[in-house]
């Protein structure tokens, strides 16, 4: 068995985050292009839904084969191990990719040069920034007429709320896009439109360097030396320990298309990404380093191939060597539990692993003992934090049409829960079912999946719903005065805990005001 410390220090965990089309596909294609893991560029399918219409998410159930393989990508590039976790580009499936950020180690974030940071990222930033999780920025699309390189940085600073620190530096951009000088490495990459292959560095000594006038021209040379001599007065030297602590962020500009400024961002990030770090258990916080094994499951997909009826549960190993065929203790079920074919995830492939490493992800075959969140350990009690169902933003009562698949119908609502997709909760009034989610197209897709997963046919009513918020009380006849007063309003989540229907802010605030002993929460965990 290689050493478990060693193993930990190569490894480097992270997502790539941006708002849809900003180029997180493309990006995630070179970073594996440079690991080798590929071969050409196009390989990689975008597991992203550009419209929100069910036929595009049907095209993307038919390629689930490929868009799952790319969940979790893991390479060699220098000795170093990386791990790429996917997340969904279309932000009805937040969550999902709110859920991923937890078992990340970091981040970098892809901003379109010419539209500078837009909604999504926005709100991902806000869950990096609740976790301090280091993020990374690379500015893409230089080969397009962007904004100025300055007030992208302003932007940034302004609207991500963190302090940057640009670690290469662009000359000019759209058509007369010449190139990057890498200010942490002191060499420049000249700009070739290829799709394919990676661009020459030519080493400089300095930014005053002669050389740099011949190659981009003496007023181009004179402009990058204006621009990094401001560079240098008004942003203080990377500091990687604030980087580190979700503080600062670097700042690379590329063209991740053209392969260009990309190759730069890889070589920094090796260096400066954190391996995997402690991880906070509700007990304690857990070490990578700890001799046994730890882990949680923070997806779940079902049917990864369509021949066969199977989940798979991506746990992530927060502390010790997971090995094949040895017994673990599964903490919600308290049950012990061994896996004779566990998955690794290389590239695009899957394949059967004897031993897996902190920071890595390990894919086992679920038959439905997983949910998300769940904790795998050698025998202690612990559990995760951090995986909070978010109060879901849009609801519908889902009715079965079909008396005779109604056995179908329920177990094809539970494993979906069970997968993340949505929430459900029954009212206590009249019993019948709703489901919350964040997004329109989530209906569409739990639709779609229970009638070809399940052979259930539902159809949705509307409910008109404000918020669902899980209530409690240190006062149980406060609280029972509450149910009584609002009963018609009482729903029971899939844990049995109470939660209440707002159809509107209104009735949410008086309800707030009215009872003051009662506590109102918009996430799961509390
Ligand atoms: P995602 O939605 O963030 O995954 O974005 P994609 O990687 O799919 O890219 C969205 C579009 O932008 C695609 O048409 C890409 O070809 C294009 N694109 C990505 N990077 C660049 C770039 O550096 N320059 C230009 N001009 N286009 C790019």
Known sequence: MANLTDEIKKRRTFAIISHPDAGKTTLTEKLLLFGGAIHVAGAVKSNKIK??????????????????????????????????????????????????????????????????????????????????????????????????????????????????????????????????????????????????????????????????????????AQKLRDDIELIDGVYPPFDELDYLDGHLAPVFFGSALNTFGVKELLDCFIHIAPSPQPTQAVERVVEPGEEKFTGFVFKIQANMDPNHRSCIAFVKVCSGVFHRNQYYYHVRSDKQMRFTAPTAFMAQKKEIIDEVYPGDVVGLPDNGVFKIGDTLTEGEKIHFKGLPSFSPEMFKYIENTDPMKTKQLNKGIEQLMDEGVAQLFVNQFNNRKIIGTVGQLQFEVIQYRLLHEYGASCRWEPVHLYKACWIESDDDEALEAFKRRKHQFMALDREGRDVFLADSSYVLSIAQQDFPKIKFHFTSEF
């Open 51 to 220: 419209k929100t219409a069910t036929s595009d998410w049907m095209e993307i159930e038919k390629q689930r084969g490929i868009s799952v393989a790319t969940s979790v990508m893991g390479f060699e590039y220098e000795g170093f191990k990386i791990n790429i976790l996917d997340t969904p580009g279309h932000q009805d499936f937040a969550e999902d990719t709110f859920r991923t950020l937890t078992a990340v180690d970091s981040v970098i974030i892809v901003i379109d040069a010419a539209k500078g940071v837009e909604q999504q990222t926005r709100r991902l930033m806000e869950v990096c920034r609740m976790r301090n999780t280091p993020v990374i920025i690379f500015v893409n699309k230089m080969d397009r007429e962007g904004r100025d390189p300055f007030d992208i940085l302003d932007e940034l600073e302004n609207e991500l709320k963190i302090k940057v620190r640009p670690l290469s530096w662009p000359i000019n951009m759209g058509a007369k896009f010449k190139g990057v000088y890498n200010i942490y490495e002191h060499d420049l990459s000249l700009f070739k439109p290829d799709k394919q292959h990676v661009t020459e560095r030519m080493e400089i000594k300095d930014i005053n360097d002669p050389h740099i006038d011949e190659v981009v021209g003496k007023d181009d």
